[in-house]
Each structure stands twice: as structure tokens, then as C-alpha cells.
């Protein structure tokens, strides 16, 4: 676990200065180490978290006997099975993941991604065949991010590690920003919110040849569709296999030369991580919840349910009480530490948990992307009801912000653009074969496209800020894969995640399971009062607001007199997302 960053340099020489300021930029991602490694026309740097392998042997840059050189930012849970297959025909000189990477492509080339288990980005040097490879793991867990430059390419962990870099046009993308006012600040790759910096998608292998050209594939893509293998199933077969499947990348996830604990909310997901944990015989689990004060009517914590599990499986559980006046301060630090502005309410909660975890434990497991796999959200239920071809219409009426037409209302007429530009996205996955339902359809969406740049990113981003590695076992791509062929009706059941309750019941206390669902709770966020509306009437007054003149003064001003009138469908905050975005541009002086 780590950052990674190089500089790639067409009919040149790659140089270290522009690595080492990107390596600088990441300290927080890898704390225990740095190195960089240059030859002709590649550079490539590495910021180290120990987890397998803590010698000097795990250390990278990593260079092969056959001079393949790789930097490798992740986990491959699976990498002593892997070395086990390829001691015959290798010798070792670590006991590291990494090492197992570079044997596994001198076997079978850049196809050694299809015998990974994990999560990863992946920069690796073949100076025989004078390629480099960009790798991003299945689901896009672990982030790269590019920059294309005059005669050159660099690539980091983090956007604001190639900004440090220099010379990347750091002006605003205004599909980008059309697509975060869409979508409650979601920017799915390859786009950021800058111009000038771009995201190598979910399961793609990039290979960059000296001349400056580069071909992107595709190495996974899971069907949507009802197959034959699993016709004769009950939802009883459904329901162990998945059982199974998730016990699986429970079991897989505690691979690592560190303890393992638990970021525990309560909900049914972590809940469930705790259960199977323990039947793997994990005793003294640490476990660790966050809780707030309430706000507009809303309850700031789910203690009761947290403190429940951790009686239940005798954890040592860590509680985090923080009140309204100690969440202000910590609203910079959270923004400081996202590769982009996101305005979810529970980014900050998420950077002052892992500032908590910090102090014990270097790597967690956590519930993310269980929503998206199993269909848990509200949004999804009108999708189980409607025909394949409402798909889009019933998406956009339950997950979108804001309409094109209310955009033109929204945005200064500089920043607009002429096309319903996300809608054409949308349109585009929903209506894409392999998808047999309006609800698989959504799903796909939502777990390929959506979701790595919103519950996953904030993830990364607020857990790697302190140097914790976050793993999310429902995100195992075998998992996912098994989920997506499920029925979608057994998924959407009892009001969402329907099968994970069932299975929830063979292990859980029932008040765990029977309630409404809960959400990472900041009411603060939800529900603005002071001091958080000055903070957002400074941000979005300040001289840097008024020369960029995203918004509509008026919009504005409308908003600030009344700042909880506006919600989203999906029952966030309207200003704090303007607000937060600029928020984000001032701290990181761009846009």
C-alpha cells in the first residue's frame, strides 16, 4: 500500500525532479519509505505503507532479474498461492506481493492481470519490449490519475500530487463540472475536474510505447444477465453461494504482516464483516464507530447498534464522540486530503475515524459498496418496478441533482455547456447490452461507473491520509461477479440488500437487521447551522469565488437566506455542494 508516481518521457529522458515533488505530495499514502528509479525514458517513484513484506527486501521501486521495473500502489490478497505456482520456474528474494507481480508478468505477460485477487495500481517498465504499463484494479479501488504534457506523461496516486508536479493546466473541465452538479459530486474517469488531469478507468491495462502512443483495454466486465449455469438455483442456492462467496473475501482480506480490525457503522454490512470475521476465529477484534450530534431533527450516531455487534462478538470496540464544535475545524483538514471535491456528508466523518484508526492499527476492513453490489438504496426500488427500456428515465428521476435546463439556471453562462451532457452518459451505460433488467442495468451503473468515484475514492483518499489501508471485501470482483448474474428481484427485496438480510439473520441480532437503514450520519452537513453557514457564506464570497463566477450570484444568495430549502433526491444538501467545491478549489489553488 503505498502511492506511486512516474514520469514518462517521449523521444526523451524522463526526469526525477517532477517524481520527487509528486512523492513529497503523497507522504501521508506511504509513510514508511520512499524511492525512485530512472533509466532513459521512464522515471517511477514510490511512497511505502509496510503491510506483507516489512524488510527492505518489499521495498520499491522493484527491479526483476530481467530488468522489468515496477512501482505497485495495493494488495494482492492472493499473491502466496500465486508465488506457490511460480516457485518452480522463479527464484525469490522477498516475501512481498510486489515481487509476486512481476514473476506472475514474466508468465504470461500483461495477462498476469487476470491471476490477481485485489486491489491495485500498477506502473511497470518492460525495457525488452520498451512498453510501460498502467494497471487499475477491477473495480477501481485503489486510483491513478494522468497527466499528458508536452512530449510527456505523468501519473500519481492523487491529483494534487501531479499539481504539485508543475506545468498541468489546472483549469476547469466544464463537462466535469456538469457531471459533479449532476450527480452529488461524482465525476466518473476518465474526467476530474480539471483540465488538465485525467483517471485511467476501472480494469484497464494502459500500454505506453516510446513514441508517444498508448492503447487502453479493457480486462473485465461482468455480465448483467440471467446464465444458464444458475437457472435450476433457489433462492436458497443463491443465498449460500453468496454466503460462501463473501465469507471468501472476508477470509482473503486478512492477508497482511499487521493486525486487521473492523470500521464498524452498525449496519447491516460492517455488521456482517464482524460475524464472518469471527467465525473465522478472529478473537479481539478491534472494532472502531463514529457518532456526531444531531441536527434538524436528524440523530447524529447508531451507537446502540455498534455497541450491540461488539457485545454480540466480543470486540474491543473504540467509540469516537465528535461534537459540532470540534467537526468545524476539521472540515479543512478532510479537503486537504480529497484527490478531488466530493461533497459527500461523511468525508470528513471518514477522515477523523482514520485519524482514530491510526493510532492502532494500520489496515481495516469496511462495508463499502454493499449498497452498490445488492441494491441497497432507496433510489434503486422504483428500478425493480419498471421495464428495461424506463431505465433511464427512472434513474435520472431518483438519483439526479439537478436537470441540464436547471443548470443553465445554476451556472454562469461561461460555464455551460450546450448538450445534457450527463445525461448522455447515463443514457449510454443503461442502454449498453449485457444487462437484462431496468435494475441491472442501474446496478452495473452504479458499480462500475458511479461508485469508484464516490464511496470508494472517499474512502481511499480519507483512510490513506493517515496511512491506513482500507479493504472492502464486498468488492471482492468474484463476489461482485457472482451478485451481478443474481436475480435482481432477490437483491431489491424487504426494501433493498434483501439476500444480505437473509443471511444477515442466520448471523446477526435482528435489531441489526429489522430497522431502517442508516447512513453514515453528519447531521451538521445535512442540516446547516452555524458555524457552518458563515463557513460556507465565506467560501462562496470569497474574492476567488467572485472572479471564477461558477454560480448564478442570485441562486446563490437564495440559497444562503434559507440554506436547508434545496435538497437532492438522494436527500443531500444543495449549497453545501456548491459550497464545497469551492472549498476544494481554494485550498488547493486551482481552477
Given amino acids: 500500500m503505498c502511492g506511486i508516481a512516474g514520469e514518462i518521457a517521449f523521444r526523451g529522458t524522463a526526469s526525477r525532479e517532477p517524481v520527487l515533488k509528486m512523492m513529497e505530495a503523497m507522504a501521508s499514502r506511504g509513510p514508511d519509505g520512499q524511492g525512485i528509479w530512472t533509466e532513459g525514458w521512464v522515471a517511477l517513484g514510490h511512497r511505502r505503507l509496510s503491510i506483507i513484506d516489512l524488510s527492505p527486501g518489499g521495498a520499491q521501486p522493484m527491479l526483476d532479474d530481467d530488468d522489468v ?26 516475501t512481498s506481493d510486489t515481487e509476486v507481480i512481476l514473476k506472475a508478468y514474466r508468465r504470461w505477460g500483461d495477462g498476469f492481470v487476470h491471476h490477481l485477487i485485489g486491489m491495485f495500481a500498477i506502473a511497470l517498465y518492460d525495457p525488452r519490449r520498451e512498453e510501460v504499463l498502467l494497471v487499475r484494479d477491477r473495480l477501481g479501488i485503489k486510483p491513478l490519475y494522468f497527466s499528458s504534457l508536452q512530449g510527456k506523461l505523468r501519473f500519481a496516486s492523487t491529483l494534487p500530487a501531479l499539481v504539485a508536479s508543475g506545468g498541468v493546466d489546472t483549469g476547469l473541465d466544464e463537462v466535469a463540472l456538469h457531471h459533479y452538479l449532476s450527480w452529488h459530486s461524482i465525476i466518473p474517469a476518465p474526467r476530474t475536474i480539471l483540465r488538465g488531469i485525467q483517471k485511467l478507468p476501472a480494469a484497464t491495462i494502459r500500454t505506453i510505447r516510446p513514441d508517444g502512443t498508448w492503447q487502453d483495454r479493457e480486462y473485465w466486465c461482468p455480465s448483467y444477465t440471467r446464465q444458464a449455469e444458475y437457472s435450476d438455483w433457489s433462492g436458497k442456492d443463491w443465498q449460500d453461494a453468496l454466503r460462501d462467496a463473501l465469507q471468501t473475501a472476508v477470509r482473503r482480506r486478512m492477508v497482511a504482516d499487521v493486525p486487521v480490525g473492523v470500521l464498524l457503522s452498525g449496519g447491516l454490512d460492517s455488521s456482517l464483516l464482524v460475524a464472518l470475521l469471527a467465525e473465522e476465529g478472529q478473537h479481539g477484534l478491534s472494532t472502531f464507530s463514529i457518532g456526531f450530534d444531531g441536527a434538524g431533527g436528524d440523530a447524529g450516531n447508531e451507537f446502540a447498534y455498534s455497541d450491540l455487534i461488539a457485545d454480540t462478538f466480543g470486540t474491543r470496540h473504540e467509540r469516537l464522540h465528535v461534537s459540532t464544535a470540534e467537526f468545524g475545524p476539521s472540515i479543512d483538514a478532510a479537503v486537504g486530503a480529497m484527490s478531488e471535491p466530493m461533497a459527500s456528508h461523511d468525508v470528513t466523518a471518514f477522515h477523523l475515524l482514520s485519524a482514530t484508526v491510526s493510532r492502532h492499527l494500520k489496515v481495516v476492513q469496511c462495508g463499502q459498496g454493499a449498497d452498490e453490489v445488492f441494491a441497497g438504496y432507496a433510489y434503486h426500488q422504483p428500478l425493480a418496478r419498471v421495464p428495461r427500456r424506463d431505465a433511464l428515465a427512472t434513474f435520472s428521476a431518483s438519483f439526479v441533482d439537478s436537470s441540464h435546463e436547471e443548470l443553465t439556471g445554476i451556472l454562469e453562462p461561461e460555464w455551460r455547456v450546450e448538450a445534457d451532457v450527463s445525461r448522455e452518459v447515463l443514457a449510454a ?4 447490452p449485457g444487462a437484462d433488467t431496468a435494475l441491472d442495468a442501474a446496478l452495473r451503473l452504479d458499480t462500475h461507473l458511479l461508485m469508484v468515484d464516490d464511496p470508494v475514492k472517499r474512502l481511499d483518499n480519507m483512510s490513506m491520509a493517515w496511512g491506513i489501508e482500507a479493504r472492502v471485501p464486498f468488492l471482492d470482483h468474484e463476489l461482485v461477479q457472482l451478485a451481478a448474474a443474481c436475480p435482481p428481484e432477490l437483491k431489491a427485496s424487504q426494501g433493498g440488500k434483501g439476500i444480505l438480510k437473509d443471511l444477515g439473520r ?15 450520519p453528519v447531521p451538521a452537513l445535512r442540516h446547516l447551522e452555524e458555524p457552518f453557514i458563515s463557513m460556507v457564506r465565506d467560501a462562496l464570497h470569497a474574492p476567488e469565488a467572485k472572479q471564477r463566477g461558477l454560480f448564478a450570484p442570485d441562486v446563490v444568495e437564495d440559497l444562503l437566506v434559507d440554506p436547508n430549502s434545496r435538497r437532492t433526491p438522494v436527500n443531500s444538501n444543495v449549497l453545501w455542494q456548491f459550497a464545497l467545491l469551492e472549498v476544494w478549489l481554494q485550498h488547493h489553488g486551482v481552477g
Fill in 506 to 520: 442466520q448471523l446477526l441480532p435482528a435489531a441489526v437487521i429489522d430497522r431502517p437503514k442508516g447512513y453514515f
Fill in 429 to 432: 451505460s443503461l442502454a449498453a
Fill in 69 to 94: 521495473v515496477i512501482v505497485f500502489n495495493g494488495c494482492i490478497y492472493n499473491y502466496r498461492e500465486l508465488r506457490a505456482e511460480l516457485e518452480p520456474e522463479f527464484i525469490f528474494r522477498s
